[in-house]
């Protein structure tokens, strides 16, 4: 299934296609198991994620989970969301042209023997977790919301913490509020949907 998928998702008609086929051929070169995640390829070492193969708008490329491991000698990463992702850096081409096969090549071998040495990012547990003022009442007065934000762990509690945090006006962090107390009565946190598949 998650095959047919995959090749569904190279035969799409869109002007990308052959850069498309040509990341695909390269990450295949490697050994990598071929699967379909968050509507797209990602390409896999023992189901830990390496890389992903995506078409946008107006560009496609490679998002490396772990590319911020990268050495990166030709500077052609960014970070893939600036502020929300520390890991993640993403490679764009708008053209077939611009990939050069050996280059491309040097950072997906990397990236897969990272992999295998277990460089992967993970977050800093070490951290205190500061729990903005209106999250602070939020729980105070609610105990049961209380006791189901005290399930999650600390990295997940930060992420709450950090999205309320992180809006610059009250109105904001109000509008914020009252999207995350569902999701913590329901043990939802906030990245969960790009944390499955």
């Known amino acids: 299934m998650s095959k047919d998928k995959v090749d569904a998702y190279y035969q799409k008609e869109n002007p990308f296609r052959e850069g498309l086929t ?25 189901d830990k994620n390496v890389l992903g193969i995506h078409a946008f708008t107006s560009h496609f490329g ?28 993403h490679w764009k081409f708008t053209s077939a042209d611009e990939i050069d096969p050996d280059i491309v090549r040097s950072y ?16 800093d547990s070490g951290k205190s977790t500061e729990i903005p003022e209106l999250l602070k009442k939020a729980l105070k007065a609610d105990p049961a919301l209380r006791d189901s934000f005290v399930k999650f762990s600390p ?18 962090k109000l509008r914020r509020l009252q999207k995350i107390i569902p999701m913590i009565h329901a043990g939802v946190s906030i990245n969960d949907k790009y944390r499955k598949a």
């Open 22 to 46: 040509q990341l695909r051929e390269l990450a295949l070169e490697t050994g990598m198991e071929e699967a379909y995640k968050w509507n797209g390829p990602v390409y896999t070492i023992k």
């Open 62 to 89: 490679i998002w490396f989970f772990h590319g911020c491991f990268l050495k990166d000698p030709q500077k052609v990463l960014e970070n893939a969301q600036e502020g929300k992702t520390k890991a993640m850096r």
């Open 108 to 123: 997906i071998k990397e990236a897969v023997e990272n992999q295998k040495k277990g460089l992967v990012w993970k977050p």
């Open 155 to 172: 990295y997940k509690q930060r992420e709450f913490c950090e999205y309320i945090a992180t809006a610059k006006q009250e109105a904001t």
